[in-house]
C-alpha cells in the first residue's frame, strides 16, 4: 500500500491541483458578489457551467479557440449583469436571507434554460494545445492542466491589479469595507453590484471554459461546482480571495487523494465534509479573522 501510494501521489497532486484552481475561481466568485452585497450567489455554479456550454455551442460553430473564449465569457458576463437587473435590483430593499433564495430560484432557472438549450448530454472540448502527456516527477501531466494553472494565475493576477490600481476598483473595495462610507463620498453602490456580478460571472466562465477539455460539462454541473466553491470559500475565509484560492488547491487536493486512495464514490462527498468541519471549528475560515468575518477582496 505504502509503495503504491508513494508511486501515485504526484499524479494526485497534479490533479488535484488542477480542479483546485476550478474551485478557486469559483470561490473567488462568490466572493466578490459577498463582498459587494453581503449576499451568498448560489447562480455561481451555473455560471461556470454555461461557460463551458457556450465555449462548446461556439466551437461547434467553427469559432476560433481565442476569439471563441472572448465570446464566451461576454456572453456569460452579460448574463450575469442580466440577472442581476432582473433578480437582484428590483429586490434592493429586501433582506439578505430574500436575496440568497433569489439567487437559489436564480440557479434553477439557468439551470432549466441550459437543459432546453443544450439537453441533458454531457458535452466536452478539444484540449487547447494537444492532449499528449507531459512526464513531471512521475506524473502525466497533460498540457491543458498547465492552461488551467496559468489561465487561473493570471486572473487572480489581473484582479488584484484591478481592485488595488482601478478607479472602479477602488470603489467596489470601498463597498466591501463600509458602504454607507462609500456612498457619503460618491460611489454609486448600486453600480458595484451590478458590476460584481458581472466580474464574477465573467470568472465563472473562464472556469468553465478551461475545465471542459478535461471535464465533461453538462446542465446539471453548476450545482456540485458552486458547492465546492463555496465551500472553498468558508476555508479560506468568507470575503478573502487570497484565502480561497489556498483553499482551493487544500480542497482539490484532498478530493483527488481520497478519489484515488478511497474511492471515487466518495470524491463528492469531501468538500462538503470540509465544509461542516469547518463551520464546526473555525467558521471564518483558515485566513479569517475572528472579529470581523467580512473581508476586503484581495
Known sequence: MDIIFWEQIPQFLV?????GCIY???AIGFNIIYNATGIINFAQGEFVMLGGMVMVSLTAAGIPL???????ISIVACIGGLFERIAIYPMKD?????LII???GGSIVLKGIAMFIWGKESHTLPHFSGEQPLSFLGAKLLPQHLWILGIMLTTVLLLTLFFRYTIVGKAMRACSANRTAAKLVGIDVRKMVFLSFVLSAAIGAIAGVIITPIAF??????FLLALKGFSAAVLGGLGNSAGAVLAGFIIGIMESM????ISSAYKDAIALIVLL?????RPYGILGNKEAMKHQAF
Open 277 to 281: 468541519v469547518i463551520l464546526f471549528v
Open 94 to 98: 429586501a433582506g439578505v436571507l430574500t
Open 258 to 261: 481520497g478519489a484515488g486512495l
Open 217 to 222: 460539462i453538462d446542465y446539471d454541473r453548476g
Open 66 to 72: 481565442m476569439l471563441g473564449f472572448i465570446l464566451a
Open 15 to 19: 490533479t488535484g491541483i488542477s480542479i
Open 102 to 104: 433569489i439567487t437559489i
Open 24 to 26: 478557486g475561481m469559483v
